[in-house]
Protein backbone atom coordinates (compact mmCIF):
# COMPACT_ATOMS: atom_id res chain seq x y z
CA UNK A 1 0.00 0.00 0.00
CA UNK A 2 1.25 3.48 -1.08
CA UNK A 3 4.30 2.58 -2.58
CA UNK A 4 2.89 4.21 -5.99
CA UNK A 5 5.07 7.34 -6.07
CA UNK A 6 1.91 9.96 -6.14
CA UNK A 7 3.22 13.58 -4.26
CA UNK A 8 1.48 14.49 -0.96
CA UNK A 9 -0.46 17.20 -2.74
CA UNK A 10 -2.27 14.71 -4.56
CA UNK A 11 -2.72 12.37 -1.77
CA UNK A 12 -4.50 15.29 0.02
CA UNK A 13 -6.94 15.66 -2.70
CA UNK A 14 -10.39 14.94 -1.49
CA UNK A 15 -12.25 13.63 -4.53
CA UNK A 16 -15.08 15.89 -6.01
CA UNK A 17 -18.45 14.62 -5.30
CA UNK A 18 -20.53 14.74 -7.92
CA UNK A 19 -25.43 14.96 -7.77
CA UNK A 20 -26.39 11.11 -7.78
CA UNK A 21 -27.02 10.34 -11.14
CA UNK A 22 -30.88 8.99 -11.88
CA UNK A 23 -29.67 5.82 -13.06
CA UNK A 24 -27.63 5.41 -9.93
CA UNK A 25 -31.15 5.84 -7.82
CA UNK A 26 -33.37 3.67 -10.38
CA UNK A 27 -30.32 1.13 -10.02
CA UNK A 28 -29.81 1.23 -6.11
CA UNK A 29 -33.70 1.26 -5.05
CA UNK A 30 -35.49 -0.01 -8.21
CA UNK A 31 -37.45 2.89 -9.48
CA UNK A 32 -38.47 3.72 -12.62
CA UNK A 33 -35.82 6.31 -14.36
CA UNK A 34 -38.80 8.42 -15.67
CA UNK A 35 -40.52 9.01 -12.28
CA UNK A 36 -37.26 10.36 -10.97
CA UNK A 37 -36.49 13.96 -10.05
CA UNK A 38 -33.16 15.59 -10.41
CA UNK A 39 -32.49 18.48 -8.63
CA UNK A 40 -29.09 18.21 -7.74
CA UNK A 41 -26.61 19.77 -9.95
CA UNK A 42 -27.75 22.80 -11.46
CA UNK A 43 -28.75 21.75 -15.02
CA UNK A 44 -31.55 23.34 -16.70
CA UNK A 45 -34.59 21.67 -17.03
CA UNK A 46 -35.68 22.40 -20.69
CA UNK A 47 -32.18 20.37 -21.58
CA UNK A 48 -30.75 21.79 -24.58
CA UNK A 49 -32.31 24.58 -27.36
CA UNK A 50 -33.38 22.44 -30.36
CA UNK A 51 -31.16 25.04 -32.29
CA UNK A 52 -28.11 23.22 -30.57
CA UNK A 53 -29.66 19.54 -30.61
CA UNK A 54 -29.62 20.36 -34.68
CA UNK A 55 -25.87 21.74 -35.08
CA UNK A 56 -25.14 18.86 -32.92
CA UNK A 57 -26.37 16.32 -34.89
CA UNK A 58 -25.00 17.71 -38.06
CA UNK A 59 -21.63 18.02 -37.21
CA UNK A 60 -22.04 14.44 -35.95
CA UNK A 61 -21.07 13.38 -39.52
CA UNK A 62 -17.51 14.16 -39.19
CA UNK A 63 -16.85 13.22 -36.14
CA UNK A 64 -13.96 11.22 -37.64
CA UNK A 65 -11.86 13.67 -37.60
CA UNK A 66 -10.33 15.77 -34.78
CA UNK A 67 -11.78 19.02 -33.56
CA UNK A 68 -10.93 22.39 -34.66
CA UNK A 69 -8.05 22.86 -31.73
CA UNK A 70 -8.88 26.85 -31.71
CA UNK A 71 -12.67 26.35 -31.91
CA UNK A 72 -12.03 29.36 -34.90
CA UNK A 73 -16.20 29.32 -35.51
CA UNK A 74 -17.16 29.20 -31.40
CA UNK A 75 -14.04 31.87 -30.41
CA UNK A 76 -15.39 34.64 -33.66
CA UNK A 77 -19.04 34.24 -32.19
CA UNK A 78 -18.27 34.54 -28.78
CA UNK A 79 -15.59 37.64 -29.38
CA UNK A 80 -18.27 39.19 -31.73
CA UNK A 81 -20.85 39.05 -28.87
CA UNK A 82 -18.35 40.53 -26.17
CA UNK A 83 -16.63 42.82 -28.53
CA UNK A 84 -13.02 41.81 -27.82
CA UNK A 85 -10.34 40.31 -30.25
CA UNK A 86 -10.81 36.21 -30.92
CA UNK A 87 -7.52 35.92 -28.98
CA UNK A 88 -8.53 37.21 -26.01
CA UNK A 89 -11.22 34.12 -25.81
CA UNK A 90 -9.94 30.32 -23.94
CA UNK A 91 -12.12 27.57 -24.71
CA UNK A 92 -12.71 25.24 -21.71
CA UNK A 93 -13.97 21.25 -21.43
CA UNK A 94 -16.64 23.02 -19.26
CA UNK A 95 -15.52 26.05 -17.74
CA UNK A 96 -14.06 23.31 -14.71
CA UNK A 97 -11.57 23.20 -17.37
CA UNK A 98 -10.72 27.08 -17.30
CA UNK A 99 -10.59 26.81 -13.63
CA UNK A 100 -7.88 24.39 -14.05
CA UNK A 101 -6.26 26.15 -16.83
CA UNK A 102 -5.53 29.27 -14.64
CA UNK A 103 -4.89 27.12 -11.68
CA UNK A 104 -1.91 25.36 -13.88
CA UNK A 105 -0.51 28.69 -15.43
CA UNK A 106 -0.63 30.37 -12.53
CA UNK A 107 0.25 28.32 -9.00
CA UNK A 108 2.72 26.51 -8.40
CA UNK A 109 4.02 24.51 -4.98
CA UNK A 110 4.98 27.61 -2.57
CA UNK A 111 2.15 29.64 -4.39
CA UNK A 112 -1.45 30.22 -2.84
CA UNK A 113 -5.10 30.87 -3.89
CA UNK A 114 -7.51 32.54 -2.35
CA UNK A 115 -11.18 31.43 -2.22
CA UNK A 116 -14.04 31.92 -0.13
CA UNK A 117 -16.07 29.42 2.52
CA UNK A 118 -18.79 27.77 1.13
CA UNK A 119 -17.47 28.82 -2.19
CA UNK A 120 -16.86 26.15 -5.50
CA UNK A 121 -15.69 22.75 -4.86
CA UNK A 122 -13.67 23.22 -7.91
CA UNK A 123 -11.12 25.73 -6.71
CA UNK A 124 -9.18 23.74 -4.00
CA UNK A 125 -9.15 20.33 -6.00
CA UNK A 126 -7.74 22.78 -8.90
CA UNK A 127 -5.58 24.52 -6.50
CA UNK A 128 -4.26 21.06 -4.52
CA UNK A 129 -4.00 19.65 -7.89
CA UNK A 130 -1.74 22.27 -9.10
CA UNK A 131 0.68 21.70 -5.67
CA UNK A 132 -0.12 25.65 -4.37
CA UNK A 133 -1.54 26.20 -0.85
CA UNK A 134 -5.78 27.32 -0.85
CA UNK A 135 -6.17 30.23 1.30
CA UNK A 136 -10.14 29.96 2.44
CA UNK A 137 -11.41 33.33 3.78
CA UNK A 138 -14.71 32.75 6.00
CA UNK A 139 -17.81 34.07 4.01
CA UNK A 140 -19.97 37.07 5.23
CA UNK A 141 -23.18 36.19 5.21
CA UNK A 142 -22.74 32.66 3.13
CA UNK A 143 -21.46 34.96 0.18
CA UNK A 144 -17.72 36.26 -0.12
CA UNK A 145 -16.34 38.71 2.01
CA UNK A 146 -14.08 40.38 -0.64
CA UNK A 147 -12.33 42.90 1.93
CA UNK A 148 -11.71 40.14 3.76
CA UNK A 149 -10.37 38.64 0.92
CA UNK A 150 -8.11 41.34 -0.21
CA UNK A 151 -6.31 41.56 3.29
CA UNK A 152 -5.94 37.58 3.06
CA UNK A 153 -3.17 38.79 0.03
CA UNK A 154 0.73 37.43 0.71
CA UNK A 155 3.19 37.85 -1.41
CA UNK A 156 2.74 34.59 -2.52
CA UNK A 157 -0.46 34.96 -3.67
CA UNK A 158 -0.85 33.97 -6.86
CA UNK A 159 -5.09 33.76 -7.75
CA UNK A 160 -8.18 34.50 -6.40
CA UNK A 161 -11.25 32.84 -7.70
CA UNK A 162 -14.85 34.50 -7.12
CA UNK A 163 -17.96 32.65 -8.32
CA UNK A 164 -20.66 35.70 -8.73
CA UNK A 165 -23.36 34.27 -8.32
CA UNK A 166 -21.70 31.78 -5.65
CA UNK A 167 -22.73 28.10 -5.60
CA UNK A 168 -23.37 26.54 -3.48
CA UNK A 169 -24.50 29.37 -1.48
CA UNK A 170 -26.74 31.33 -4.38
CA UNK A 171 -25.08 34.77 -3.47
CA UNK A 172 -24.50 37.55 -5.16
CA UNK A 173 -21.79 40.42 -4.79
CA UNK A 174 -22.77 43.60 -6.53
CA UNK A 175 -20.67 45.31 -9.53
CA UNK A 176 -19.15 48.03 -6.79
CA UNK A 177 -18.10 45.75 -4.73
CA UNK A 178 -16.53 43.53 -7.20
CA UNK A 179 -15.05 46.47 -8.79
CA UNK A 180 -13.44 47.91 -5.67
CA UNK A 181 -12.13 44.70 -5.15
CA UNK A 182 -10.34 44.17 -8.75
CA UNK A 183 -9.08 48.39 -8.05
CA UNK A 184 -7.00 47.38 -4.76
CA UNK A 185 -5.77 44.14 -5.48
CA UNK A 186 -2.41 43.91 -6.72
CA UNK A 187 -2.05 44.16 -10.34
CA UNK A 188 0.20 40.89 -10.11
CA UNK A 189 -2.54 38.82 -8.65
CA UNK A 190 -4.68 37.14 -10.85
CA UNK A 191 -8.41 36.74 -10.55
CA UNK A 192 -10.79 34.59 -12.15
CA UNK A 193 -14.22 35.65 -11.96
CA UNK A 194 -16.43 32.40 -12.56
CA UNK A 195 -19.64 33.38 -13.68
CA UNK A 196 -21.11 30.57 -14.43
CA UNK A 197 -24.78 32.03 -13.69
CA UNK A 198 -24.84 35.19 -15.27
CA UNK A 199 -27.60 34.51 -17.35
CA UNK A 200 -29.78 33.92 -14.12
CA UNK A 201 -29.14 37.65 -13.11
CA UNK A 202 -32.26 39.60 -12.93
CA UNK A 203 -31.55 42.80 -15.87
CA UNK A 204 -30.90 45.17 -13.38
CA UNK A 205 -28.20 43.53 -11.38
CA UNK A 206 -26.32 42.57 -14.28
CA UNK A 207 -23.33 44.34 -15.13
CA UNK A 208 -20.60 44.56 -18.19
CA UNK A 209 -17.66 42.60 -16.76
CA UNK A 210 -16.01 42.09 -20.38
CA UNK A 211 -15.30 46.10 -19.69
CA UNK A 212 -13.26 45.12 -16.69
CA UNK A 213 -11.63 42.49 -18.45
CA UNK A 214 -10.34 45.48 -21.05
CA UNK A 215 -9.71 47.34 -17.70
CA UNK A 216 -7.69 44.95 -15.88
CA UNK A 217 -4.59 42.82 -17.41
CA UNK A 218 -5.06 40.75 -14.36
CA UNK A 219 -8.27 39.66 -14.89
CA UNK A 220 -9.97 35.97 -15.86
CA UNK A 221 -13.54 35.66 -17.13
CA UNK A 222 -14.83 32.61 -16.95
CA UNK A 223 -18.51 31.79 -17.78
CA UNK A 224 -19.88 28.42 -19.22
CA UNK A 225 -22.50 26.52 -21.53
CA UNK A 226 -23.22 24.49 -18.95
CA UNK A 227 -25.93 25.92 -16.99
CA UNK A 228 -28.53 28.57 -18.72
CA UNK A 229 -27.59 27.45 -22.36
CA UNK A 230 -28.58 23.49 -21.47
CA UNK A 231 -25.25 22.17 -22.50
CA UNK A 232 -23.97 20.46 -19.16
CA UNK A 233 -23.42 17.22 -21.23
CA UNK A 234 -21.38 18.20 -23.95
CA UNK A 235 -18.64 20.22 -21.88
CA UNK A 236 -18.14 23.66 -23.10
CA UNK A 237 -17.00 26.72 -21.14
CA UNK A 238 -14.63 30.47 -21.79
CA UNK A 239 -12.74 32.36 -20.67
CA UNK A 240 -12.20 36.12 -21.65
CA UNK A 241 -9.10 37.55 -20.87
CA UNK A 242 -6.27 39.91 -22.09
CA UNK A 243 -3.76 38.16 -24.47
CA UNK A 244 -0.79 37.62 -22.07
CA UNK A 245 -3.35 35.68 -19.78
CA UNK A 246 -4.86 33.74 -22.47
CA UNK A 247 -1.57 32.75 -24.41
CA UNK A 248 -0.03 31.30 -20.98
CA UNK A 249 -3.65 29.25 -20.81
CA UNK A 250 -3.10 28.11 -23.61
CA UNK A 251 0.22 26.63 -23.16
CA UNK A 252 -0.79 23.95 -20.62
CA UNK A 253 -4.42 23.81 -22.41
CA UNK A 254 -4.91 20.38 -24.24
CA UNK A 255 -4.59 20.71 -27.76
CA UNK A 256 -8.27 19.34 -28.43
CA UNK A 257 -10.10 19.87 -25.05
CA UNK A 258 -13.11 21.36 -26.64
CA UNK A 259 -15.02 18.51 -28.48
CA UNK A 260 -16.43 18.87 -32.33
CA UNK A 261 -20.37 18.29 -31.32
CA UNK A 262 -19.56 20.75 -28.40
CA UNK A 263 -18.47 23.51 -30.47
CA UNK A 264 -21.07 23.12 -32.69
CA UNK A 265 -24.10 22.80 -30.28
CA UNK A 266 -22.59 26.58 -28.38
CA UNK A 267 -21.88 28.30 -31.97
CA UNK A 268 -25.62 27.73 -31.96
CA UNK A 269 -27.27 27.57 -28.41
CA UNK A 270 -25.31 31.50 -28.38
CA UNK A 271 -27.78 32.86 -31.04
CA UNK A 272 -31.03 30.90 -29.06
CA UNK A 273 -31.73 34.48 -27.23
CA UNK A 274 -35.60 32.47 -27.58
CA UNK A 275 -34.31 29.52 -25.56
CA UNK A 276 -32.34 31.75 -23.23
CA UNK A 277 -35.32 34.28 -22.51
CA UNK A 278 -37.56 30.95 -21.73
CA UNK A 279 -35.11 29.60 -19.41
CA UNK A 280 -34.49 32.75 -17.54
CA UNK A 281 -38.30 33.45 -17.04
CA UNK A 282 -38.53 29.70 -16.45
CA UNK A 283 -36.02 29.67 -13.57
CA UNK A 284 -37.70 32.75 -12.44
CA UNK A 285 -41.38 31.78 -11.44
CA UNK A 286 -39.69 28.55 -10.02
CA UNK A 287 -37.76 30.35 -7.73
CA UNK A 288 -40.82 32.52 -6.06
CA UNK A 289 -42.67 29.24 -5.78
CA UNK A 290 -40.01 27.08 -4.25
CA UNK A 291 -38.94 30.00 -2.10
CA UNK A 292 -42.68 30.78 -1.06
CA UNK A 293 -42.96 27.12 -0.23
CA UNK A 294 -40.25 27.38 2.41
CA UNK A 295 -41.87 30.11 4.03
CA UNK A 296 -45.18 27.99 4.32
CA UNK A 297 -42.92 25.28 5.82
CA UNK A 298 -41.13 27.96 7.86
CA UNK A 299 -38.05 26.80 6.80
CA UNK A 300 -34.84 29.29 6.60
CA UNK A 301 -32.94 29.35 3.26
CA UNK A 302 -30.58 31.87 1.26
CA UNK A 303 -32.19 34.36 -1.12
CA UNK A 304 -30.19 32.45 -4.42
CA UNK A 305 -29.34 35.15 -7.35
CA UNK A 306 -28.60 31.19 -9.46
CA UNK A 307 -30.75 28.25 -10.58
CA UNK A 308 -30.75 26.59 -7.36
CA UNK A 309 -31.20 27.44 -3.82
CA UNK A 310 -29.82 26.46 0.03
CA UNK A 311 -32.53 25.36 2.38
CA UNK A 312 -31.72 24.66 5.80
CA UNK A 313 -33.26 21.42 7.27
CA UNK A 314 -32.19 20.84 10.76
CA UNK A 315 -31.31 22.13 13.17
CA UNK A 316 -28.50 19.05 13.70
CA UNK A 317 -25.12 18.15 11.70
CA UNK A 318 -26.41 15.12 10.28
CA UNK A 319 -30.04 16.86 9.11
CA UNK A 320 -28.77 17.27 5.55
CA UNK A 321 -27.88 13.94 5.06
CA UNK A 322 -30.79 12.29 6.89
CA UNK A 323 -33.06 14.42 4.42
CA UNK A 324 -31.47 13.75 1.39
CA UNK A 325 -31.94 10.19 2.24
CA UNK A 326 -35.28 10.36 2.97
CA UNK A 327 -36.28 12.32 -0.38
CA UNK A 328 -34.27 9.47 -2.31
CA UNK A 329 -36.61 7.21 -0.94
CA UNK A 330 -39.08 8.81 -2.87
CA UNK A 331 -37.39 9.40 -6.47
CA UNK A 332 -36.16 13.33 -5.70
CA UNK A 333 -32.20 13.74 -6.05
CA UNK A 334 -31.25 17.13 -4.50
CA UNK A 335 -27.85 17.69 -3.27
CA UNK A 336 -26.21 17.42 0.46
CA UNK A 337 -23.90 20.14 1.00
CA UNK A 338 -21.63 18.87 4.07
CA UNK A 339 -18.71 18.49 2.00
CA UNK A 340 -19.23 22.70 2.14
CA UNK A 341 -19.36 22.98 5.32
CA UNK A 342 -23.20 23.12 5.71
CA UNK A 343 -24.34 19.86 7.08
CA UNK A 344 -27.85 21.39 7.98
CA UNK A 345 -28.74 22.50 4.85
CA UNK A 346 -29.50 20.88 1.13
CA UNK A 347 -29.04 22.71 -2.39
CA UNK A 348 -31.97 22.46 -4.59
CA UNK A 349 -31.84 23.22 -8.31
CA UNK A 350 -35.04 24.59 -9.98
CA UNK A 351 -36.42 22.27 -12.26
CA UNK A 352 -39.66 22.80 -14.11
CA UNK A 353 -43.14 23.16 -12.28
CA UNK A 354 -44.06 19.85 -12.05
CA UNK A 355 -40.71 18.40 -11.09
CA UNK A 356 -40.48 21.80 -7.94
CA UNK A 357 -44.20 20.16 -7.14
CA UNK A 358 -43.12 16.50 -6.54
CA UNK A 359 -39.89 18.00 -4.80
CA UNK A 360 -42.24 20.39 -2.64
CA UNK A 361 -45.04 17.22 -1.98
CA UNK A 362 -41.83 15.49 -0.92
CA UNK A 363 -40.26 17.68 1.32
CA UNK A 364 -42.59 17.89 4.44
CA UNK A 365 -42.82 13.94 4.28
CA UNK A 366 -39.07 13.64 4.57
CA UNK A 367 -38.85 16.47 7.39
CA UNK A 368 -41.10 14.29 9.47
CA UNK A 369 -39.16 11.39 8.76
CA UNK A 370 -36.03 12.67 9.61
CA UNK A 371 -37.36 14.10 12.64
CA UNK A 372 -38.81 10.98 13.88
CA UNK A 373 -35.48 8.84 13.40
CA UNK A 374 -33.96 11.72 15.24
CA UNK A 375 -36.02 10.86 18.54
C1 LIG B 1 -21.46 24.58 -12.51
C2 LIG B 1 -20.34 25.52 -12.17
C3 LIG B 1 -19.23 25.67 -12.98
C4 LIG B 1 -18.87 24.91 -14.16
O1 LIG B 1 -19.43 23.98 -14.72
P1 LIG B 1 -18.96 23.45 -16.12
O2 LIG B 1 -19.99 22.48 -16.45
O3 LIG B 1 -17.61 22.84 -15.94
O4 LIG B 1 -18.90 24.63 -17.03
C5 LIG B 1 -18.27 26.59 -12.64
N1 LIG B 1 -18.39 27.35 -11.58
C6 LIG B 1 -19.44 27.25 -10.78
C7 LIG B 1 -19.52 28.15 -9.60
C8 LIG B 1 -20.44 26.32 -11.04
O5 LIG B 1 -21.47 26.20 -10.20
Do not use: C
Not at 195 to 208: G, I, K
Request: glycine share 6%; hydrophobic share 45%; charged share 20%.
Amino acid sequence: MNKLPAPDHIRAIAPYIAGKPISELAREYGLQEHTIVKLASNENPLGMSPKAREAMLEAASDLGRYPDSNGFALKAALAEKFSVPADWVTLGNGSNDILELAARAFLAPGKQAIYAQHSFAVYPLATQGAGAQGIVVPARNFGHDLPAMLQAVTPNTNLVFIANPNNPTGTFAPAEEVERFLMQLPPRVVVVLDEAYNEYLAPELRFDSTEWVRRFPNLIVSRTFSKAYGLAGLRVGYALAQPEVTDLMNRVRQPFNVNTLAQAAALAALDDVEFLRQTYTLNRDGMAAMVHAFEQLGLEYVPSFGNFVLVKVGATDDAGAKVYRALLKRGVIVRPVANYGLPQWLRISIGLPEENAVFLAALPVALAEAQKDAS
